[in-house]
Each structure stands twice: as C-alpha cells, then as structure tokens.
C-alpha cells in the first residue's frame, strides 16, 4: 500500500468529526488534541510492520467511513435474543452511540455505571488519571483515532470491597453500512473489588462497516475482574480493537476473548503486572471460516515479582481462512519468582486454512519459571479411532473432536447463558454433514 | 466358564497384520465361545496390544492374511464404529482425554448411538442419568465424574473405571480389555475385576490382555495364551498363568514345543 493512500484515509477520517470547541473540560480536549497529534505523525500499518506482519489491513484504506452518526431505531424486542439473564446492568450502544433507552441500570447505588460524559463533571480526577493511560497511542494509530473520536463510552467504577455477582453487559450493536463507530470502555476495581464484564460486539446485519474499539482496564490491590470479550461481528465488518489492562497488587484479571465474526480482524490485549503477586488468566478461541482473517496479539508484561500468568489460546480454521497468534510475554529483571506458562493449540479444518503462531519470550529475570507451546494440526488419528471404538461414526467422531477443541475455552467463561450461546455457535460452525 | 451348549462368538484363523510394511501379527488363530474368559498374556512387543486394536479396526493396521469371524460375519471389512454397534468393544490400554466435552454427553452419545442401531430406544438426558448413575456404582465411581470432561485429569485409575463404565453401558457380545490392570493399585484392580465378572455371563465373551498374572487372581480366565513375537504359543487353562509367573517367560521358549499338549 502506498504512502499517499494511507495519509489520505486518515486526513480524511479526521476532516470527517472536527472536535466540538464547546466541551468544557480542557483535560478532555487535550486528550483528544494529543491524539489527534499523534495521528499525523503515523500511517496506517503495513505487513512491512513487524506487529503486522501475518495481517493486511491494507483493505481498509479504501474505506474511509465517516464516524457513525447516532441514529438508532432499535426497540428493546429487536435485541431481546442478544440479552443475558444473568446480567441485571447492561450498557447498550448502537453503532458506538449510547443508547439510554436500551441499557438497564440497576445497581446505580453500588457502583459507578454508565456512559462516559454523565461522569466527567462529576468523577474528573478518576478519569483523567485513567481515560487514555492505559492504552498507549504513541504507536498505535487504531487507538489513537479512537481517542481522537472519544465521545461515548462504558464507564464501571467497582468502589473498594464491593463484589458484583451479576455479570455486567456491554452490548455494542451495529446497525449502519459504511461507517466507522469508535466504542470505548474503562473499568475501574478498587482495592478488593471483584467484578464479572462482558463485552459484547455483534451486528443485526451483513454489512461492511468498521468497529474501531478501545477497552482499558484498571485493577487496584487485590481486585478481581473477569473479562469476557465476544466478537461476532458481521462477516463483511473490520473490527480493530486495543485492551490495556494494568494490574496492582495481588490483583486478578481473567480473560475469555472469543473472536467469531468479521472479514478482518485485530485484538491487541496488553496485560501489564505492575506490582508484585498480580495474577492474569488469559485464554482465547478463535473460530473462523471462508476468507475471514482474525489475529490476535497479546503481550502479557511482568514487571514486578511473584506473578502469575496463564495464556492458552486456540483457533479453529475451515477453509481459506487465516488465523494469527503472537503472544509476547516479557519478564523484566525484578519480575523474579514469575510464574508464567502459556499454550497456543491450532486446528486446521481445510488444505486452505491458514495459521501464523508465535510465541514470543522475552525474559530477563533469572529466577522465573516460563512453559510455552505451540502446535498445529488436524484431529489426532488415536482420539478418531477411541470415538468410532464407542460406535460413533468418523464424521460424528470428527465433529464432536472438533467441537470439544473450541468448546474447552467456552466452558470456562462464568456466565452460563452466554456460554451456551457460544456452545450453539461452535456447534454450528463445526458441525460438517 | 465353558459350556457345551456355547456358541462361536470370535473365529480368527491365521490372522496377519502389519504396521508401515513391519509385520506384527504372523498368523494368529483363537476361538472364543460365549461365556468363556481368555487371557492374552506376552512381553512388551509380543503382539498382544496389536491383536487387540486389528480387532477393534484401527485403520493403522494393515491386514495381509487370515480371517475373522465374528458372530458369523467377516469382521475385517468392518469399519471400527460397526463393530462397535454390532456388539465388539476395546478397553483401551491409554484412554484418550477430551477436554471440552462432559462425560455424561459423551456416554449417551455413545449409548443412543449403538442402542439405536441395535433397534432400541434412545434414552433422553434425564432417563440416561438415572442409567448411568446406576451402573457407576457397580464401579464405586464418583458421580462427580459425570459432569467433569472426558478423562480430562481422570487418575489412571478412574481412566479405567470409565472404561469399564462404557463396557457397562454398552453391552458388548466380546469385550477386549487390554492392559487394563496396568497403572490400578490393588483397590482399584478389586473394583474393576468386580465390575468385569459382573458384566461377564453366559451369552457374552471377554479377552483379557495383559502382561502380568495379578489380574487373573480376580477375573480367572478359562483359557490363557501365550503369545510372542506375533502368534500365540502356548495355551493352557488359568494354571498356565500361575506356571507364568513363577517360571517367567523364558520357559515358554523352553517348552513351546508341548504347547499343543497343554492345549
């Protein structure tokens, strides 16, 4: 792709939202100004680029879709199959907008939930030490466009030793062709906090659009947080997304990313132990098909000693889909006594179905214990011929193998209905006749 | 037990297999009736494990010689899941783990897929707990193992017993245990010889195959072969395991030439 290409997409996508001068908090529009400063010193990522090198986002030049504008038609009925029964708060967006009439607050007294600008009066401190400082935009041109085009958002503040049972649902819907929607989340534990989010992408339609989402995550001392991340955009949709989570003390981070849907997509997922004794569980499946691309790169960052990581990451591939692993760990020299393993288990489904894995180590400290593992295969022979041994046939045998590989993930998210939609998911793609 | 009135359920007649062009089996011949136990006994290398997974229809295997009738029908142009349906059943030595599917839906998978092609009635969730939960107490497991993954992180011990659980379930005519007191402490091996002499009566068969005679202080076998080096060698009754553990294998070489007395 050509320079001039690249520079005019992103001219063009800022030309296309100019920032309202009328925002009264300066802190804000200079979060916006920085990265608006920072994409006119960047072009887009070619595979030239190491950290895209497995991926061409190069189609998207060519779609230089305007911000999504709010225009939402939707009634509670029409995402009625979408709801979780577990979830009592849930935070809908449509197209990126917050759509006030679809959410349901139900703990406003336990907790701080909602859309972003009801709270930048009224919790400035909190979120200038948090909006934007977890993701680092400086070298990311995806997340710094989202920052640029900040508007609405999903805010969670988890005040100190308050656990939420209910899982907490982020639905972000995509009902426009042709636009770009920029959905942001930031979640705060505090100290001793536990909290279960679910962040939900999905399209009502086939269409070709771009999600361009930043998520960030902050843990304090002790604090627990599931993250479930779905992705089950349309297939014709891009979806480029950036997660920061930053972890204190004692904290506890556990991740199920699902990626399903969308003709190309991207997760950066950034982990970073900043104090000693943080644990993460980071686990992801990515079941694709036809010519979808789905990449996944993670970075799970030790800094501090007596961490614990746990990364097991599977993609399913049919036909001539293209699936991308890079999981980087890094270990610095005080990190000692880190506790780190990670796997990355492959399935291809098809002679055309692709796979691109890369376990990336990077250890400095020297009293740490680090197991990573990669592989890349068909269905084992011995686990057909155990199946067909127990009167299944060898395609049933196949489908069930293929199934449990991807449904291992599902099963360990918490939140009962939505793994049973996933379930019925895998089971649909991996079921051949 | 022997019984003049039993039928023919296995007739192997010099059979001969080989895996990527290395023979394994050089011409086995056995006859096992209905209500008979036969043990396989032999070292490492013998055969025994081979015989036992040719007859299940591992697709590794290649058959270059010899029969197999089962219950009157060739076997051998059987594909494995129909032996299964038609009343065959293999304990494998090395149960394979699934992690992602529970047990419990995989034994009724298994269960209304060969009761179906037997012509009966399928069982729905429901009615299958109640079944399975039953025959898991003949095995003194756990029910705890019904909703855990396929002997994902099952002990070598429970591996077995899930084994035996399935051997339950199905109903086979011929069940082929192989290696199956291997890995078990004296507790466990008491369970599942249990479990196994329950399950054996008049109208089924069952081949145990194993290296060591300890089995066969708790399931006695009305025959016992010896085999080695890919046929069987020497056969005799249970006492001919108990001649085996005291004198070792090396005095099968020594006497092979009786074989047919003993027989």
């Given at each position: 792709?050509?320079?001039?290409?690249?520079?005019?997409?992103?001219?063009?996508?800022?030309?296309?939202?100019?920032?309202?001068?009328?925002?009264?908090?300066?802190?804000?529009?200079q979060?916006?100004?920085?990265?608006?400063?920072?994409?006119?010193?960047?072009?887009?990522?070619?595979?030239?680029?190491?950290?895209?090198?497995?991926?061409?986002?190069?189609?998207?030049?060519?779609?230089?879709?305007?911000?999504?504008?709010?225009?939402?038609?939707?009634?509670?009925?029409?995402?009625?199959?979408?709801?979780?029964?577990?979830?009592?708060?849930?935070?809908?967006?449509?197209?990126?907008?917050?759509?006030?009439?679809?959410?349901?607050?139900?703990?406003?007294?336990?907790?701080?939930?909602?859309n972003?600008?009801e709270?930048?009066?009224?919790?400035?401190?909190?979120?200038?030490?948090?909006?934007?400082?977890?993701?680092?935009?400086?070298?990311?041109?995806?997340?710094?466009?989202?920052?640029?085009?900040?508007?609405?958002?999903?805010?969670?503040?988890?005040?100190?030793?308050?656990?939420?049972?209910?899982?907490?649902h982020?639905?972000?819907?995509?009902?426009?062709?042709?636009?770009?929607?920029?959905?942001?989340c930031?979640?705060?534990?505090?100290?001793?906090?536990?909290?279960?989010?679910?962040?939900?992408?999905?399209?009502?339609?086939?269409?070709?659009?771009?999600?361009?989402?930043?998520?960030?995550?902050?843990?304090?001392?002790?604090?627990?947080?599931?993250?479930?991340?779905?992705?089950?955009?349309?297939?014709?949709?891009?979806?480029?997304?950036?997660?920061?989570?930053?972890?204190?003390?004692?904290?506890?981070y556990?991740?199920?990313?699902?990626s399903?849907?969308s003709?190309?997509?991207?997760?950066?997922?950034?982990?970073?132990?900043?104090?000693?004794?943080?644990?993460?569980?980071?686990?992801?499946?990515?079941?694709?098909?036809d010519?979808?691309?789905?990449?996944?790169?993670?970075?799970?960052?030790?800094?501090?000693?007596?961490?614990?990581?746990?990364?097991?990451?599977?993609?399913?591939?049919?036909?001539?889909?293209?699936?991308?692993?890079?999981?980087?760990?890094?270990v610095?020299?005080?990190?000692?006594?880190?506790?780190?393993?990670q796997?990355?288990?492959?399935?291809?489904?098809?002679?055309?179905?692709?796979?691109?894995?890369?376990?990336?180590?990077?250890?400095?400290?020297?009293?740490?214990k680090?197991?990573?593992?990669?592989?890349?295969?068909?269905?084992?022979?011995?686990?057909?011929?155990?199946?067909?041994?127990?009167?299944?046939?060898?395609?049933?045998?196949?489908?069930?193998?293929?199934?449990?590989?991807?449904?291992?993930?599902?099963?360990?998210?918490?939140?009962?209905?939505?793994?049973?939609?996933?379930?019925?998911?895998?089971?649909?793609?991996?079921?051949?006749? | 037990?022997?019984?003049?009135?039993?039928?023919?359920?296995?007739?192997?007649?010099?059979?001969?297999?080989?895996?990527?062009?290395?023979?394994?089996?050089?011409?086995?011949?056995?006859?096992?009736?209905?209500?008979?136990?036969?043990?396989?006994m032999?070292?490492?290398?013998?055969?025994?494990?081979?015989?036992?997974?040719?007859?299940?229809?591992?697709?590794?295997?290649?058959?270059?010689?010899?029969?197999?009738?089962?219950?009157?029908n060739?076997?051998?142009?059987?594909?494995?899941?129909?032996?299964?349906?038609?009343?065959?059943?293999?304990?494998f030595?090395?149960?394979?783990?699934?992690p992602?599917?529970?047990?419990?839906?995989?034994?009724?998978?298994?269960?209304?897929?060969?009761?179906?092609?037997?012509?009966?009635?399928?069982?729905?969730?429901?009615?299958?707990?109640?079944?399975?939960?039953?025959?898991?107490?003949?095995?003194?497991?756990?029910?705890?193992?019904?909703?855990?993954?396929?002997?994902?992180?099952?002990?070598?011990?429970e591996?077995?017993?899930?084994e035996?659980?399935?051997?339950?379930?199905?109903?086979?005519?011929?069940?082929?245990?192989?290696?199956?007191?291997?890995?078990?402490?004296?507790?466990?091996?008491?369970?599942?010889?249990?479990?196994?002499?329950?399950?054996?009566?008049?109208?089924?068969?069952?081949?145990?195959?194993?290296?060591?005679?300890?089995?066969?202080?708790?399931?006695?076998?009305?025959?016992?072969?010896?085999?080695?080096?890919?046929?069987?060698?020497m056969?005799?009754?249970?006492?001919?395991?108990?001649?085996?553990?005291?004198?070792?294998?090396?005095?099968?070489?020594?006497?092979?030439?009786?074989?047919?007395?003993?027989?």
């Amino acid at each position: 792709m050509n320079d001039l290409a690249s520079t005019d997409y992103l001219g063009c996508l800022l030309k296309s939202w100019p920032i309202k001068s009328t925002e009264s908090l300066s802190w804000l529009n200079q979060l916006r100004a920085q990265a608006i400063d920072r994409i006119s010193t960047q072009k887009l990522p070619t595979r030239r680029d190491e950290e895209w090198r497995f991926t061409d986002i190069s189609p998207i030049a060519h779609l230089p879709y305007q911000p999504s504008q709010p225009e939402c038609n939707l009634h509670a009925h029409d995402i009625e199959h979408l709801s979780l029964k577990e979830a009592k708060n849930r935070l809908v967006f449509v197209d990126g907008h917050y759509s006030s009439n679809l959410s349901t607050i139900f703990d406003s007294t336990a907790l701080v939930i909602g859309n972003l600008p009801e709270f930048v009066a009224t919790h400035a401190s909190t979120l200038e030490s948090h909006l934007g400082q977890h993701v680092q935009f400086d070298n990311n041109v995806f997340a710094a466009l989202n920052t640029a085009f900040l508007r609405d958002g999903a805010l969670i503040i988890v005040p100190k030793n308050i656990a939420i049972v209910e899982p907490i649902h982020l639905l972000f819907i995509a009902t426009q062709k042709e636009v770009t929607s920029y959905p942001r989340c930031l979640l705060i534990g505090e100290a001793g906090s536990d909290v279960t989010l679910v962040e939900d992408y999905v399209a009502l339609q086939q269409a070709t659009y771009i999600t361009n989402s930043v998520t960030e995550i902050s843990l304090a001392a002790n604090a627990h947080a599931k993250h479930i991340r779905i992705q089950r955009e349309s297939a014709q949709a891009f979806h480029l997304a950036n997660c920061a989570v930053s972890l204190a003390h004692a904290s506890n981070y556990q991740s199920t990313s699902i990626s399903l849907g969308s003709q190309i997509s991207r997760y950066n997922l950034n982990v970073r132990l900043t104090d000693a004794a943080a644990e993460c569980v980071v686990d992801g499946l990515t079941l694709i098909s036809d010519r979808q691309l789905a990449d996944t790169h993670t970075c799970i960052d030790h800094l501090k000693p007596n961490g614990t990581s746990r990364q097991h990451h599977k993609c399913i591939v049919d036909d001539a889909a293209h699936a991308v692993f890079n999981g980087k760990i890094i270990v610095h020299p005080h990190a000692q006594q880190t506790n780190s393993s990670q796997s990355s288990r492959n399935l291809l489904l098809s002679k055309l179905a692709q796979v691109d894995t890369k376990p990336q180590l990077e250890i400095f400290a020297d009293d740490v214990k680090c197991a990573h593992g990669a592989t890349v295969g068909q269905l084992d022979q011995e686990e057909i011929f155990y199946l067909e041994s127990r009167g299944l046939s060898a395609k049933a045998a196949r489908n069930l193998l293929t199934y449990a590989f991807g449904a291992e993930i599902i099963s360990r998210i918490p939140v009962t209905s939505l793994r049973q939609q996933l379930e019925q998911a895998v089971l649909n793609q991996t079921q051949s006749n | 037990m022997i019984d003049k009135n039993s039928r023919t359920i296995l007739s192997v007649q010099g059979l001969r297999a080989s895996i990527n062009g290395t023979e394994i089996l050089k011409g086995i011949d056995l006859t096992v009736k209905s209500g008979e136990i036969h043990a396989i006994m032999g070292l490492n290398g013998s055969g025994k494990s081979t015989f036992a997974k040719v007859l299940a229809g591992h697709s590794a295997y290649e058959i270059t010689g010899g029969s197999v009738q089962f219950e009157g029908n060739n076997l051998l142009e059987l594909p494995p899941e129909e032996r299964a349906r038609a009343g065959l059943f293999l304990a494998f030595q090395y149960p394979i783990e699934i992690p992602g599917v529970a047990n419990t839906q995989f034994l009724r998978l298994a269960y209304n897929t060969v009761q179906t092609k037997r012509g009966k009635e399928e069982l729905d969730p429901l009615e299958f707990d109640d079944f399975v939960r039953e025959k898991m107490k003949l095995l003194e497991m756990n029910p705890d193992f019904l909703d855990r993954s396929v002997n994902e992180g099952f002990s070598g011990g429970e591996k077995k017993r899930n084994e035996i659980l399935q051997m339950a379930l199905l109903e086979p005519t011929l069940s082929i245990l192989d290696e199956t007191d291997s890995g078990l402490d004296i507790d466990a091996l008491k369970t599942v010889a249990n479990g196994v002499n329950q399950i054996a009566n008049k109208n089924n068969a069952t081949i145990l195959v194993t290296h060591y005679q300890r089995l066969l202080d708790y399931i006695v076998p009305d025959f016992v072969h010896v085999m080695q080096a890919g046929r069987i060698v020497m056969t005799g009754g249970k006492e001919l395991a108990l001649e085996l553990e005291t004198r070792g294998y090396d005095w099968v070489n020594a006497n092979k030439s009786v074989a047919g007395v003993i027989a």
